[in-house]
């Protein structure tokens, strides 16, 4: 009912009535639209008359750009050019209602956003009008639609506009929303410009201090200009935490096969030491354990180059610009790990050594259970500590040249040719080196710290190399290049009729997207390189610390143990060069190419009903898309499996119409609604890729579908704003979609031999140490992708942006913005054991921005918390009926910064200031056992404090 209200609303204000009164009026209507354009440009004009800068000035001109736009779009301006106001593209745009920002997790910046309930690959992002694609970190080789905004400085940009509601001429491929990036010109600001900044940043975790710097020449001489810009930035991050690695089980589930929960575990009854105490076998079996117990501590060190530059001319006719962006981001990551493993614990050999494979059984010696929670705790025997050294590696370069060429033919008609072409290569290898120390009792206390838990093994010494041994290696590496060739040509053309004014645009457009993304692993070289070195000569090599400076850990934990540098994995094992000279892997390596054709038409039309404007867009965007696949077909002779190059294609057409229309109600208040179609096309990595593990932790395989066809969502928008003065606007927006052909997995449960993949493409615990091999009939899950899900989701938003420059002297200086989101939606169900359906939001179901700023002259201070509730990980029950969320959190940051004069201007900014705690937990959805949020901790990290001190200027 809401959506037929709403459709009939939007056609029957914005069309019928519409069509109806200009015709009935059409001279009254053009005098009074007359009249009323050059009242509101006059005032417009008065307006202009009062100089605003700095912050102030970007919220301004965002809210013009706003109010005058027909779709839902919200716009981000620069201060002024090459003054972007946040550092981070993404969390710049997390204060626009509905946006939601996901961080990298060894850097903490900014890297994806999720848009109205829908993840980050439901969103297309375009630099001047182009889509492209880019990845980097650990996201390389992934194959998704998302875009990592962390590849580009934030100073080259001059401008973002985001649309959330459809519109014939933007880019197909966004249900959730469109992002368009845009690169400063010359002409935007006229005249000789000079900036800089210089930038020194510190992290109260790593305790390291990082240069970044900028500089910008922009230049116009009559009718040509010139603009170059580059930045470069370093930074050094440290992380420190508690993981569980994936899930909590019992005895009694994870004993079973296939596993009732995310790991096996069986615990050893009938070891002597065994010691039920106060409680019975039953409470033991059914108490919870954590797949892995272990610290963490790690050091990202990232660095970003970049560069924009533009040369354009412009008369009164034609304008023309060649532009370039680069961006080149490098990053190493350093990780160590220490703990007590207990996925995969079981004893089928006691004569084995105690705590090594066959013989690590957990035996329960003196244990008690937290009945709220259903954790154990206490001493165990049989225990092992596994430590691990991971070295990172990832580096993204992107590369962009783009062609703009505009020509007004007449005063009525102006034609725009575009072209462009962008490449991003990015690779990420990662790399570990581990070893093993058996046969300790162990005691596990939570006490009330679940982010830094305490654990004991009384007598030994774990900085002592000798009592280390299996060592061994695992050596990763991906490539992911994605290239995009685009064109358009679009004319624009104004016309009146029956005393309305119309603006006509349509055109064509053409996208190549290519990607080509290969995996190697190689792990078995690396495992005969451990075995050449032999135990005496690595443990001979051991460091008796962790070689991570100012790493602060729980006081119940060791603070040191005996592990690796980067250097000797480095310079010893050489394990990027290994990696590339070994053979891809068949199965998770493949070419293709997306060619999307596309034709689009659309109006705006500007006329009056009862005295009041009425602006309506409608449009509609025709697209063939067709698809290439190059990969291997896998084919198994016996014994023997082999690999042949594969190829399969594939095509579809969609058509999209789409209506908005803008109605002033007032002079301060805009009535707005919209309705259209919109498509996601999927992952790439599904369509094109064949059976592939992508944890080798994990026995779960996914298999690829080259038929999927793209996710169609029809879509509705309706709301109200208010200007209520300078600067100042108070919105509400309802929205409805309705997704249907949504990817959807059918899960299986197959024998590890059906898959034909190697036993490397699981990790050493899941192989038999003597052969290396994995168990033929080892069970794994296996999901493939079809066209068979259907998404509904409702929302609505609110926002707030005031400058109080109404108050008296010194209070006129003061500002605040809010906004708030809420998400209901349907399609994304979870199953309980009792056979309960229960509705799961994979995204935050709510999320709200909150700043308040004051800038009085040279004076400006400026203090933001953004955050987002809880979202589900994982909707698939695994038996355990522990459901996995990302916790709620937010953040706090703030800067300060006083203007001497035109030439230098001091900033100060603060991230993080409340050192915010990220982390997952596991909810029993049947209310048994606590609150996960307090207890059942996964992945629990401290990110540290950032602070940044810079001076920049203009000449």
Known sequence: ?????????????????????????????????????????????????????????????????????????????????????????????????????????ASNEGQRISIRGLGSDYNVTTINGAPVRTTSSSNVGGSSRDFNYDVFASELFGRVDFYKTPLAELEEGGIGGVVDLQTPRPFDHPGRAIRYQVVGSYNDKSKHLDPAGFALFSNTWGNFGALLAVAHSESVNNRSGFEATGGYNSHALGSQSPNKGPFAVTLDFADPRYNPGSLTRAQIENGYLPRFYRYYGGENTRKRDGAVASLQYQNEKLNVSLDGLYSKLTDSLDEYTFGLPIRNSKTTNTAAQPGAPGHNGLVPINVTLDPESNLLEGTFGNTSYLGESYFYNAETKFKMASFNASYQFTDRLKVTAQGSLSKSDAFFTGNRLV???????????????????????????????????????????????????????????????????GHLKGGFSYVSTQKDTSKRNATAAGTAKVNAIGAAGLRSQMLHEVPLDNLVIGSGYPQEWATFSRDYMMNTFDPIGTARATPIDFNASFGAEEEVKTAFLQTDLKGQIFDRELRVNAGVRYSETSTHIDNYLRQTNGAVTTYVPNKADGSYDNTLPSASFAYDLTDKLIWRGSWGKTITRASLSIIAANTVIPNIYDTRATSGNPDLLPQTSTNYDTGLEWYFGRGGILSAGFFWKELKDTTVSTTTTVPFSSLGLPDTALAPIFQDPATGKVDPNLPITLATYYNQGSIKLDGYELAYQQSFDFLPGFWSGLGAL?????????????????????????????????????????????????????????????????????????????????????????????????????YDYFDDVSGRYGDGRKTRMDYAKFNGRTIKFGVRGKF
């Open 1 to 105: 009912m809401k959506k037929q209200l709403l459709l009939t609303t939007i056609l029957a204000v914005g069309m019928g009535a519409a069509t109806a009164a200009w015709a009935q009026d059409a001279a009254t209507a053009n005098d009074t639209a007359t009249n009323s354009d050059a009242a509101r440009d006059a005032a417009r004009d008065t307006v202009d008359e009062v100089v605003v800068t700095g912050f102030r000035s970007s919220l301004q001109k965002s809210l013009n750009l706003k109010k005058d736009a027909i779709v839902v779009r919200d716009s981000i301006v620069a201060e002024d050019i090459g003054k972007f106001p946040e550092a981070n593209v993404a969390e710049a745009l997390q204060r626009i209602p509905g946006v939601y920002l996901s961080r990298d997790g």
């Open 435 to 501: 070893s093993n120390l058996y046969g300790v009792t162990s005691t596990i206390d939570y006490t009330d710290d679940h982010v830094y838990p305490a654990l004991s093994a009384p007598g030994v010494d774990f900085t002592n190399p000798n009592n280390y041994q299996d060592f061994g290696v695992g050596f990763d590496w991906r490539r992911e290049i994605d290239k995009e060739k685009t064109a358009k040509v679009f004319a624009d053309y104004d016309y009146g009729l029956f005393g309305v004014e």
């Open 818 to 918: 809010a906004s708030f989101t809420h998400v209901n939606t349907s399609g994304y169900s979870y199953a309980t054991t009792a056979g309960k359906i229960l509705n799961v939001n994979t995204v935050p179901k709510y999320s709200y921005s909150l700043t308040g700023y004051y800038e009085k002259g040279p004076f400006g201070v400026r203090l933001s918390y953004n955050y987002k509730a809880k979202n589900i990980i994982e909707t698939t029950n695994n038996g355990s009926d522990l459901q996995r969320w990302h916790a709620g959190s937010g953040f706090l940051d703030g800067n300060v910064s006083y203007k001497i004069n035109d030439s230098i201007e001091v900033r100060l900014d603060a991230l993080n200031l409340t050192n915010a705690l990220t």
